[in-house]
């Protein structure tokens, strides 16, 4: 029987905008990415995501942004990396605060859009955000990108000594070299269930995705992200649940429950 986690972006709304079927969403996933203020979220927001994973006994991981609430986060900042040290040790505590409150733990961390790229593209960024969970907390996840292009991420988390989850993306898509395809180019974003019930499979049960060019690239990953303001996110994890379940493939958290 393989095993691997399933997250979900989520508490991504913002006062009196709702974004994501959270709820709908939760009840089929073993890991959420929870918004932290910066890119979506606000405080209510968050303590009622934080409540809705404890409900549902989902693994609860902080989701951490640049602070572009207008551009959601997918626009990259000039930023230094001791202002993204200090960013994303302000995000990461204050999720973990209604963790607190809320009678769980956070268990891991995961950049979230463009400081997610950024990450994976320099190591000065990569090793910024290591940095800023090590001081939080040396025993959270560090969520890296799966595959060649994940290495710059996965070297930083090794050199501060944190423990690195690898994250392969069913709903994106996959350029030959191993990237997320730009959200700016037609078919980044997959939303027809069985196909990304299919991807999630070939991720889970053989460790590799087809790019758009028609190659094979090679992903180790542990954990499967479905994004939350994808508008089929719920029938998208559903279908993987159910895809699973057919092909002896079991959902767990990330670290454990």
Known sequence: MTTIDLNCDMGESFGRYTLGMDEAAMAHITSANIACGFHA??????????????????????????PDLMGFGRRKM???????????IYQIGALSAFC?????????????????????EDPEVARAVA?????????????????????TMTAMGNEMGLKVVYEAFPDRAYTPEGNLVSRKLPGAVIKDPDQVAKRAL??????RVVAVDG???????????????????????????????????????????
């Open 131 to 151: 940095r800023a969970i090590l001081a939080v907390d040396p025993d959270l996840l560090y969520v890296a990108l799966a595959g060649i292009k994940g290495e």
């Open 78 to 88: 000039d930023c230094s990396p001791e202002e993204i040290t200090n960013l994303m």
């Open 215 to 257: 190659t094979s690239i090679e992903l180790d990953a542990q954990t499967l992200c479905v994004h939350g303001d994808n508008p089929a996110a719920v029938d998208l994890v559903k279908n993987i649940r159910k895809v699973f379940a057919q092909n002896q493939v079991d959902v767990a958290p990330m670290g454990g429950v």
């Open 41 to 66: 979220s606000d405080p209510d927001v968050m303590d009622r995501t934080v409540k809705l994973a404890v409900e549902n006994k989902v693994g609860v991981g902080a989701h951490p942004g640049f």
């Open 100 to 120: 607190k409150v809320n009678g769980t733990r956070l268990r891991h961390v995961k950049p979230h859009g463009a400081l997610y790229m950024a990450a994976v």
């Open 202 to 207: 070939l991720m889970a049960k053989e460790g």
